[in-house]
């Protein structure tokens, strides 16, 4: 018993001890030269000028929630659907039931008007 809790610490040790290692090495090699520039807080594009807080509309946000829900049940079905003449009943049946929850969520968004571009 106490050899298998060997190989596993060796093994942490070991994914411990390399990124260290290299962060270590890292820090120690890398050139440093530090300016205000390389110091600032980096932002990608041009300067902002007057105020950056803009409002955008919460619907996007809807919608990229209905597209990661339905995005995630294409990932899940996959692996269901190339096994299908494989699983049994209780499988078929579940596959089902995943589908008729997901389809009554998008009914339930639909009837709401969340899918209405405005």
């Given at each position: 018993?106490?050899?298998?809790?060997?190989?596993?610490?060796?093994?942490?040790?070991?994914?411990?001890?390399?990124?260290?290692?290299?962060?270590?090495?890292?820090?120690?090699?890398?050139?440093?030269?530090?300016?205000?520039?390389?110091?600032?807080?980096y932002e990608c594009g041009m300067e902002t000028v007057g105020v950056s807080w803009v409002q955008f509309k919460v619907q996007y946000y809807i919608y990229g929630l209905v597209f990661l829900v339905f995005d995630v049940e294409a990932?899940?079905?996959?692996?269901?659907?190339?096994?299908?003449?494989?699983?049994?009943?209780?499988?078929?049946?579940?596959?089902?039931?995943?589908?008729?929850?997901?389809?009554?969520?998008?009914?339930?968004?639909?009837?709401?008007?969340?899918?209405?571009?405005?």
């Amino acid at each position: 018993m106490l050899h298998e809790w060997l190989y596993l610490g060796i093994f942490l040790t070991v994914a411990l001890a390399i990124p260290a290692a290299a962060l270590i090495i890292a820090g120690i090699l890398a050139p440093k030269k530090p300016n205000p520039i390389k110091n600032s807080t980096y932002e990608c594009g041009m300067e902002t000028v007057g105020v950056s807080w803009v409002q955008f509309k919460v619907q996007y946000y809807i919608y990229g929630l209905v597209f990661l829900v339905f995005d995630v049940e294409a990932v899940l079905l996959y692996p269901w659907a190339v096994a299908y003449n494989k699983v049994p009943l209780y499988g078929v049946l579940e596959a089902v039931l995943f589908v008729l929850i997901l389809a009554s969520g998008l009914i339930y968004v639909w009837r709401k008007g969340a899918l209405e571009w405005v």
